[in-house]
């Protein structure tokens, strides 16, 4: 787009995205080749023959995938009919035309790495869909359900925490409840630690309890707006008319497995301290990098809190499930989360999803890919507005809720990028430092 800084790609040798290319993403498809491979004699007792040839075929296509990627030949349509097929070669297409001076093909290490990258997951459930009948395999299950095997014990702890806290909320004063408040969002926010792609697939659980590490955390915080978030929805806020008014807040979800933990137990206190009234989660409707919340996983972690041994846990599964059965929470799912378009094309790409974001009065962003999506994924300053990068997308008072995971950042105080630099060089990409980047009412 004229104005605006070019799209990080793997074309930088030696960067982030490149790295990201030539190594990661190749382990990620051998580990879902592998997770095929684990799963045959289940697919044979629930298919029979059909099974195992399905199962050989998508081992196949993945395997032809890496060889692509590594070979780095051009990047092809998709063939199988989905929901999103058309708009995906229509991207591809747009993407080729911006190729003047090469021989106009897309390829893994020249095009946008947002792009690149969508795209390799998309062509992973390219290879399933076409391998009927085990069409519904989600190669990523195994590791997210691990995940959230493996972060039990700091499960348990926030939700020990949080059913403690419900029992104490009415005598909170104003300052002990936005101290809550900022609790459960830093909660959240280090939960997004806890990806699958950023450590190729190898697991990445949370061990430790989380809330007694907060306070050492703060000082990793970059950016910090909880204050802003805090005026949107505190009590007697100035917008508000009628105390009884519905307050909806919507969540984008990141990862399943501990993340999703953190982000349910956040929308539990906003309804508990009725900071709000609703909470909307968006999902994705295909396995995505790795760890993505799918309908299925949301649905298997409620499952899993409420049968848990644990009392707390095990009420809180139960108050999530009554949640959504009378819709004070709503779980929604739509193909432009796994597109690779930036955010500031929903309102023309998916022009209903930017109309239902629109009824939130705060939407908060989880994650690192969410913030490349919300940014352009572009080399941009890091003094630069985040206001600017946003690039008009602006549904609603939104905020991003990020550990930095790539080599962009926007919105640092002058200096404070380079400082980091100096001292750390991997700041940008290791996930240690985090975000609560906030854009207001116009
Ligand atoms: O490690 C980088 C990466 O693969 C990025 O491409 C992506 O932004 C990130 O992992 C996923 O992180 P998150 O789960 O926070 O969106
Ligand atoms: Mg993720």
Redesign the pocket.
Known sequence: MAGQPASLSGRDVGS?AYI?IKD?IPQILTKAIDSLHRHKSKFFEKHGEKGLEAEKKAISLLSKLRNELQTDKPMIPLVEKFADTDIWNQYLDYQQSLLGETDGKARWFFSPWLFV?CYMYRRIHEAIIQSPPIDDFDVFKESKDQNFFESQESVIALCTYLQELISTLEVLDENQLKNEFFKFLQISLWG?KC?L??SGGETSSQKTNIITSLGELQAFILVNDMEHLWALLRPGKETETDSAAAVRVAIVL??SGFELVTDLVLAHFLLSSRLATEVHFYGKTIPW?V??TTRRDFTWLVEQAKSSSDKYLSRCGLDWESYLKVGKWVYHDHIFWTLPHEFCAMSQVAPDLYTELQKAHLILF???????KLTGDRKWEFTVPFHQALNGFHPAPLCSI??L??EIQVGLQPGQGEELAASEPSWL?TGKYGIFQFDGPL
């Open positions: 982030f990201t990661r990258e997004n990806d792609s950023l990141d990862n990098f760890s993505d989880k994650g690192d890919l969410n913030y490349r990020r550990t995971k790539a990409t």
